[in-house]
Structure formats: C-alpha cells, structure tokens
C-alpha cells in the first residue's frame, strides 16, 4: 500500500503519478544513488519520524563517499520528509528518500556520471512487519547465502549506496526459494558480516555480541538504538567477529534494522537456536525498543522527531 497523495521531488510536492524519471536515468543503468529507510510511528504524541536527523545525515555522507553533490541542506531534507509524512494518509508508515544522477543533458549514456543532475525524491509507503508479524513474535528462518559479502575493498559498505544491494537483491532471492525469511551473508574472510538489509546480533552464555564494522556491515541506526539500550539495562555488548557455526550453538539471535527493527531468529541453516522461539535477552530489548518508538520511554525521546 503506497501513499498516492503526494511526493516530493527536486524541491517541490507532486502527485504521485507525475513522480517519474527518464529510462535513460543514469542511476537506473548503474546504480549510482544513495537511498534512505526511515520508519514513522503512530503514539500517543501523534506521528513521528524515528531519528529523522541521523537518517538523513548519513543520506549526505552517503552521497559524499559518491562524490554525489545533493543539491539540498540538511535541514531542508528533513523538513521535506516531514512534509511527505504529513501528507501521508495513516497507513504511511515508512520514508524512502534517495538522490541518483539523472538524464544527461545531452541524453547520452556512460559511466561517467558528472555532467548529469542530481536528483532527489522522498516517497512515504506502507511497510508494517518486514518479514512478518508471526516472525516478530515466533522468529524467522534464515539460510546462509552462497552469494558472499563485498569487502570493504570492492565497495562503499558503509554507505547506502543503491548499487551496492544487488548483492543483497541476488542473495534474498535465494532465501525465498529455499522457503526462509532471509538470508545471512558471510564476509571474504567466512565471518558472519549482516543480513541481506539487516544488521544481527548473538546471546551465548549471557553475553551479547555483534559483528565490528570491519566485518563489512552498514553502521546500522537500529543496531546503534539497540546498543545503546542494552548497555543502558546494565549489559555488555561486545563486537567481535562472528563464525557462522558459533550462530548455530548460540542461545538467541536476533535481527535489527529500519524495516525488520528487532526480528528474532528461530533457525539457521534448519539448526534449531536455542528453544527455537524469541529468547529472555531477545523480548526484552524487543519490548524496550517497542516502548522506545512508541514514545514510552523518556530517556529515549530524541529519537523521535514528532510530525
């Protein structure tokens, strides 16, 4: 279900129907744009965008590690995607901003994308349970994908860059037709690296662990959120290098993310984790993040940018 109110492009509301582009885009042929995900919660203070500032700001760094020039501030993204909120009806309840280089004023196409405008749209869908409201309660299956990780050599990982997710597209495929929910993508070196838009993190003997950034993963603003709340309930997260039998023997795994925000993991590879339903460590990062975004807890209040 898609907003078809209203989208913003270039600087300006249009109807949905009259947000199109060239096919001779250059971003469709090659990939070359940023993209954001950004979540909008119905609470008790109205809607809310969820860490709207951080969201857009790693958009503009994005773009920079491109050398994308996005013609527009900070701030004036953000009041954009307050704009594309408010327009959206009730079941708007997540944000697609992206910039890509566009139509060559000479319509040529090439890979040099330099002399080609930067354009800039910010959408409002519907998304609801990511991989499904059973699994956010029961915990989703995963397979470990043949299709490896980029290294941090071959590609921008850090940046949501939208060329960069064709591994991701390939290796969700593979998920879907062996009958899982997602998949997990293994690093160059065969260390855990991330999920194919997810970041993931593992609970054995009490102690929680997550991949480093070196592993080759996206610095996630849920994992971030999700740290920060488990060391504020007195826990230690450490980021090490995970193996992908070390997720087999694991007491819980859990998955974050914009879209997937805390899924717990049932099974890997057709091995059981733990119980083979949502752990003690898991529900309860689960729930605090839920009452987080709902606007529950005080001390998390920053994160939320009321519309």
Same mark, same amino acid.
């Given at each position: 279900?898609?907003?078809?109110?209203?989208?913003?492009?270039?600087?300006? +509301?249009?109807?949905?129907?009259?947000?199109?582009?060239?096919?001779?885009?250059? #971003?469709?042929?090659?990939?070359?744009?940023?993209?954001?995900?950004?979540?909008?919660? %119905?609470?008790?203070?109205?809607?809310?965008?969820?860490?709207? @500032?951080?969201? +857009?700001?790693?958009? &503009?760094?994005?773009?920079?590690?491109?050398?994308?020039?996005?013609?527009?501030?900070?701030?004036?993204?953000?009041?954009?995607?307050?704009?594309?909120?408010?327009?959206? #009806?009730?079941?708007?309840?997540?944000?697609?901003?992206?910039?890509?280089?566009?139509?060559?004023?000479?319509? =040529?196409? #090439?890979?040099?994308?330099?002399?080609?405008?930067?354009?800039?749209?910010?959408?409002?869908?519907?998304?609801?349970?990511?991989?499904?409201?059973?699994? &956010?309660?029961?915990? /989703?299956?995963?397979?470990?994908?043949?299709?490896?990780?980029?290294?941090?050599? /071959?590609? &921008?990982?850090?940046?949501?860059?939208?060329? %960069?997710?064709? =591994?991701?597209?390939?290796?969700?495929?593979?998920?879907?037709?062996?009958? /899982?929910?997602?998949?997990?993508? &293994? %690093?160059?070196?065969?260390?855990?690296?991330?999920?194919?838009?997810? %970041?993931?993190?593992?609970?054995?003997?009490?102690?929680?662990?997550?991949?480093? +950034?070196?592993?080759?993963?996206?610095?996630?603003?849920?994992?971030?959120? $999700? $740290?920060? $709340?488990?060391?504020?309930?007195?826990?230690?997260?450490?980021?090490?290098? $995970?193996? @992908?039998?070390?997720?087999?023997?694991?007491?819980?795994?859990?998955?974050? #993310?914009?879209?997937?925000?805390?899924?717990?993991?049932?099974?890997?590879?057709?091995?059981?984790?733990?119980?083979? @339903?949502?752990?003690?460590?898991?529900?309860?990062?689960?729930?605090?993040? /839920?009452?987080?975004?709902?606007?529950?807890?005080?001390?998390?209040?920053?994160?939320?940018?009321?519309?």
């Amino acid at each position: 279900m898609v907003n078809r109110s209203k989208v913003w492009m270039d600087g300006k +509301m249009v109807n949905f129907d009259d947000a199109n582009v060239h096919v001779l885009t250059h #971003g469709l042929h090659y990939g070359s744009g940023v993209f954001e995900g950004i979540r909008i919660y %119905n609470n008790d203070g109205g809607r809310a965008i969820f860490r709207l @500032r951080d969201h +857009m700001q790693r958009f &503009l760094n994005s773009a920079k590690c491109i050398s994308m020039p996005v013609p527009h501030s900070l701030d004036d993204l953000c009041e954009a995607c307050r704009d594309v909120a408010r327009a959206a #009806g009730p079941e708007g309840d997540y944000l697609r901003p992206i910039s890509f280089w566009g139509l060559s004023p000479t319509g =040529n196409i #090439g890979v040099n994308p330099l002399k080609c405008p930067v354009n800039t749209v910010i959408a409002c869908t519907h998304m609801g349970a990511y991989m499904g409201a059973e699994q &956010l309660e029961r915990g /989703a299956t995963i397979i470990t994908s043949s299709w490896e990780k980029p290294s941090n050599r /071959a590609a &921008l990982l850090n940046a949501k860059v939208c060329g %960069n997710y064709i =591994n991701s597209v390939v290796a969700r495929i593979e998920a879907v037709k062996r009958g /899982a929910d997602e998949a997990l993508m &293994l %690093n160059a070196e065969g260390n855990v690296a991330e999920g194919t838009g997810e %970041n993931l993190f593992m609970v054995k003997a009490g102690h929680i662990y997550t991949p480093p +950034m070196t592993a080759g993963i996206l610095e996630g603003i849920t994992r971030d959120c $999700i $740290i920060t $709340i488990v060391r504020d309930k007195g826990f230690e997260v450490v980021e090490r290098d $995970i193996t @992908r039998s070390e997720l087999y023997v694991a007491d819980e795994v859990f998955m974050t #993310g914009t879209a997937a925000e805390v899924t717990p993991i049932r099974s890997i590879d057709d091995h059981i984790i733990g119980e083979g @339903r949502a752990g003690t460590k898991t529900k309860s990062i689960q729930q605090a993040f /839920a009452a987080a975004v709902a606007g529950n807890l005080p001390k998390y209040e920053r994160w939320l940018d009321v519309v």
